[in-house]
């Protein structure tokens, strides 16, 4: 059974810093490439950042950039993203995705940026 799990998430005031995980089961996480997406009250999902199934290749949506870092760790079948510099606007439901002979998604977890 395919899982993708998140945690992290939390109440975090404006400036501060969060590392959100996802633990992967039940394929093979290194034959997936992986993203994060967000999605605020009322709008859309959102990418927010990918790396490649070797993890030698990372992209980053235009408003996180220079601010987050995605990475993954094969021996623990985690990805991680930091998050520094943290905005109200950030705040969101984060979600763990993954591309391999087909797509799966996580239940997410929630960032809130707040004083």
């Known amino acids: 059974q395919v899982q993708l799990v998140e945690s992290g998430g939390g109440l975090v005031q404006p400036g501060g810093s969060l590392r959100l995980s996802c633990v992967a089961s039940?394929?093979?996480?290194?034959?997936?490439?992986m993203n994060w997406f967000s999605q605020a009250p009322g709008n859309v999902r959102e990418w927010v950042a990918g790396i490649s199934m070797s993890g030698g290749v990372t992209n980053y949506a235009g408003s996180v950039k220079g601010r987050f870092t995605i990475s993954r760790d094969y021996a623990k079948n985690t990805l991680y993203l930091q998050m520094d510099k943290l905005k109200p606007e950030d705040t969101a439901v984060y979600y763990c995705n993954a591309v391999a002979m087909t797509e799966y998604w996580g239940l997410g977890t929630q960032v809130t940026v707040s004083s």
């Open positions: 039940g394929f093979d996480f290194s034959t997936a490439a």
